[in-house]
């Protein structure tokens, strides 16, 4: 079957390191992965889209991966601040023939003053 | 701009009743989504339009949900009758001409609805 497996588990940094997320996925062959920021009460907000053929893509102190072999994408964000913590989810475009975009459950970020 | 506006921003129902979420897209955008999260199942994909028309309605769990888009700035879901496990929120989303179906998603701020 189709999954998108972010971790579930908080992740909890120390302001001014590096944050790396990860987005798995199984059974699926995406042209491109999008990145969205979800903070509490609110919608998702679009942060980056990486294509299959770029293997890194990059925007102010978030960076993204995207490794086709290992079917997974990284997010990272650089010197992290307070202000980051929030939820991010990775989506991919739904396979068996749907072509709108199916999201992954997200990873909660705190990042600790 | 003003973004995807969703009303009601919070309702609460009690089982048996019929709910109505309103969604008014950015114009110009060709594609509008509808998703429900839940912390059990995260956001999942009810229904999506492309230029008013539904193209891929097999999110939507059972005939108790209705969606429709009547003209190009407006959209509802219903939910009629609403049980208890249909409690989450509700997300309308846009999509911009020329984005296609898989473009950047542009996310309302959500309809948190819970039955009683």
């Known amino acids: 079957s189709q999954k998108i497996e972010q971790n579930s588990e908080a992740l909890n940094i120390q302001e001014g390191k590096t944050a790396t997320l990860t987005c798995n996925y199984t059974?699926?062959?995406?042209?491109?992965l999008q990145w969205y920021r979800q903070d509490p009460g609110r919608g998702p907000v679009f942060l980056l889209l990486i294509r299959e053929n770029e293997k890194e893509k990059r925007k102010e102190r978030l960076k993204v991966t995207f490794d086709t072999t290992l079917k997974q994408s990284l997010f990272h964000i650089t010197a992290s601040q307070p202000a980051d913590s929030a939820t991010y989810l990775c989506a991919l475009r739904g396979g068996t023939g749907r072509r709108a975009l199916t999201f992954g459950s997200g990873t909660r970020l705190q990042v600790q003053p | 701009d003003a973004g995807v506006i969703q009303s009601p921003r919070h309702e609460v129902t009690e089982m048996g009743q019929e709910v109505t979420l309103r969604c008014k897209p950015i114009s110009g955008h060709d594609y509008l989504f509808w998703y429900r999260q839940t912390m059990m199942r995260g956001l999942e994909l009810l229904i999506y339009f492309n230029n008013n028309v539904p193209i891929d309605d097999s999110g939507m769990p059972e005939d108790r949900f209705s969606a429709k888009m009547p003209n190009a700035s407006f959209s509802t879901l219903k939910i009629q009758p609403s049980e208890p496990r249909d409690s989450a929120v509700y997300f309308c989303a846009s999509s911009p001409r020329g984005a296609g179906v898989t473009g950047e998603l542009f996310f309302g701020e959500g309809s948190r609805l819970t039955v009683l």
């Open positions: 059974n699926y062959s995406p042209a491109y």
